[in-house]
């Protein structure tokens, strides 16, 4: 079974494709904007233009137009090659990787949240949730992070905050070409997005 992975939800573009397990061929590129106008170009560049049995997809949470644009392509291209299509979670992508240097550890990870927020979730020792997504201030952020190993763009940061915890921090960005790393269990058929906060835009007489 061939995989075509997508990852834009935050502020990178990944796509590769799998044989199975094994990553045929991937990219991806650091980008603040322009999801939108390189994704598919990025997917059209792999072998065979990407086609696969099976899709993948970053559900967030991140950047609401880049979560919207991976879901957009994933459901398109499915549906043109009659393929399943199914997402799993952007942080837990991020443990995954971070995990697969430290096997058997517990990992916070930390990203940026947009609007000076960061996002933080807890993962045990097998790599599964122990809490929801949060979308918190960064000293909120820091008390919510309850391991000493913390992953993630954010990561850094929070390790060095004042009275903060001692931390390990470890800059890890989620990428399509490790998505392997990631337990089948964090995989789902509901494509609902994972925004992680409330968006930015209301609708006229919309209550705060």
């Given at each position: 079974m061939k995989t075509l992975a997508i990852d834009c939800a935050t502020e990178a573009c990944s796509v590769a494709l799998f044989d199975g397990d094994v990553l045929v061929e991937g990219h991806c590129e650091p980008m603040r904007r322009g999801h939108a106008e390189r994704l598919v170009p990025m997917i059209a560049e792999l072998?065979?233009?990407?086609?696969?049995?099976?899709?993948?997809?970053?559900?967030?949470?991140?950047?609401?137009?880049?979560?919207?644009?991976?879901l957009a392509a994933a459901r398109a291209l499915g549906l043109a090659w009659s393929a399943e299509v199914l997402g799993y979670p952007t942080l837990a992508l991020v443990a995954a990787i971070a995990r697969s240097e430290r096997p058997g550890e517990p990992v916070s990870v930390?990203?940026?949240?947009?609007?000076?927020?960061?996002?933080?979730?807890?993962?045990?020792?097998?790599?599964m949730a122990e809490d929801a997504v949060q979308s918190l201030e960064p000293k909120a952020a820091e008390v919510a992070?309850?391991?000493?190993f913390a992953a993630g763009t954010r990561a850094l940061a929070m390790a060095v905050i004042p009275g903060g915890k001692l931390r390990d921090g470890v800059p890890v960005a989620p990428d399509a070409r490790?998505?392997?790393?990631?337990?089948?269990?964090?995989h789902t058929g509901?494509?609902?997005p994972l925004y992680g906060r409330a968006p930015d835009a209301r609708l006229p007489g919309a209550r705060p």
């Open positions: 072998p065979e233009r990407g086609r696969a049995d099976r899709l993948l997809v970053s559900l967030g949470p991140g950047s609401f137009t880049g979560v919207r644009i991976g930390v990203m940026e949240g947009g609007h000076g927020q960061w996002f933080v979730q807890n993962f045990d020792a097998a790599g992070a309850r391991h000493r490790q998505v392997m790393l990631l337990d089948a269990a964090h509901d494509l609902a």
